[in-house]
């Protein structure tokens, strides 16, 4: 691993910003083109959204957990939460699936195309870990 | 970040500014919902000065797209810079909402 980054935050909507402008700088310096750059921002700000409102349901006195492992060939985000949990990672990654008629059910969905990989790991009442992997260009010479 | 209403013949013309993610849309959708289905029908949201949008601003454009579908009025959208732009058609906004160049083309749709 090149390099490690970790921030711990409360579960309130004024962080999701700030999650993505980390997420933004440590792909800018990795450089991946701005495109690129735009989305892992969308995907940033879908996994911490819903660990505020659907992992603690809009209690702010959770701690979401966003860490950023650097490696020479790939940037992985993870995103966790101590909250409710997921009783059915499958159904919930589903595109048209929303527990929130406002969401549309698209969170899932943009992590999974503007990532190279994504994981989920859930369980009811033990929170949930959402691993996005992004691959790096080979670094020419 | 800021939202901005103003009321124009029937019209909410409202302007956001900022990234629209869960923290914008909450206060987007306050601003908006205490006009629609009262003192305006239809609603022209400018997102020109908005750099970047993720599920949580799609949401609360299609939530006030189906209020005031069902009021019978039209919503439109202006000024969606292309990061914007590409999430608003990834997602289907665009199919339902058109999407206009300034201000005075989206109220001449109506």
Same mark, same amino acid.
């Not at chain 2, 020109?48 to 454009?61: H, K, N, R, Y």
């Given at each position: 691993?090149?390099?490690?980054?970790?921030?711990?935050?409360?579960?309130?909507?004024?962080?999701?910003?700030?999650?993505?402008?980390?997420?933004?700088?440590?792909?800018?310096?990795?450089?991946?083109?701005?495109?690129?750059?735009?989305?892992?921002?969308?995907?940033?700000?879908?996994?911490?959204?819903?660990?505020?409102?659907?992992?603690?349901?809009?209690?702010?006195?959770?701690?979401?957990?966003?860490?950023?492992?650097?490696?020479?060939?790939?940037?992985?985000?993870?995103?966790?939460?101590?909250?409710?949990?997921?009783?059915?990672?499958?159904?919930?990654?589903?595109?048209?699936?929303?527990?929130?008629?406002?969401?549309?059910?698209?969170?899932?969905?943009?992590?999974?195309?503007?990532?190279?990989?994504?994981?989920?790991?859930?369980?009811?009442?033990?929170?949930?870990?959402?691993?996005?992997?992004?691959?790096?260009?080979?670094?020419?010479? | 970040?800021?939202?901005?209403?103003?009321?124009?013949?029937?019209?909410?013309?409202?302007?956001?500014?900022?990234?629209?993610?869960?923290?914008?849309?909450?206060?987007?959708?306050? $601003?908006?919902? #205490?006009? %629609?289905? =009262?003192?305006?029908?239809? +609603?022209? &949201?400018?997102?020109?000065?908005?750099?970047?949008?993720?599920?949580?601003?799609?949401?609360?454009?299609?939530?006030?797209?189906?209020?005031?579908?069902?009021?019978?009025?039209?919503?439109?959208?202006?000024?969606?810079? $292309?990061?914007? #732009?590409? %999430?608003? =058609?990834?997602?289907?906004? +665009?199919? &339902?909402?058109?999407?206009?160049?300034?201000?005075?083309?989206?109220?001449?749709?109506?």
């Amino acid at each position: 691993m090149k390099n490690q980054l970790k921030l711990s935050m409360r579960s309130l909507s004024d962080n999701v910003s700030v999650a993505r402008l980390v997420a933004a700088t440590v792909a800018a310096e990795a450089n991946l083109t701005l495109h690129e750059v735009d989305e892992i921002k969308v995907a940033v700000s879908e996994a911490v959204s819903n660990a505020v409102i659907h992992g603690y349901e809009g209690r702010e006195d959770g701690i979401v957990e966003f860490a950023i492992d650097i490696y020479e060939d790939r940037i992985v985000y993870v995103v966790s939460d101590c909250g409710k949990g997921i009783a059915d990672v499958e159904a919930a990654r589903e595109p048209a699936y929303s527990s929130d008629p406002e969401r549309m059910g698209l969170g899932f969905a943009f992590m999974e195309s503007f990532m190279d990989e994504l994981a989920v790991t859930s369980a009811p009442g033990e929170g949930t870990i959402v691993r996005m992997t992004k691959r790096l260009p080979k670094q020419s010479g | 970040m800021k939202v901005e209403t103003k009321l124009y013949k029937g019209v909410l013309l409202t302007q956001v500014e900022g990234e629209f993610d869960m923290h914008v849309a909450a206060t987007f959708k306050e $601003a908006v919902d #205490e006009y %629609i289905g =009262r003192d305006a029908k239809d +609603l022209v &949201v400018d997102l020109e000065g908005v750099p970047f949008i993720d599920s949580s601003g799609i949401g609360a454009l299609l939530g006030r797209y189906r209020r005031i579908e069902h009021l019978g009025g039209k919503m439109l959208l202006v000024g969606a810079c $292309a990061a914007v #732009e590409k %999430i608003l =058609r990834l997602s289907g906004v +665009l199919q &339902v909402m058109e999407l206009c160049g300034d201000e005075q083309q989206a109220l001449a749709r109506l």
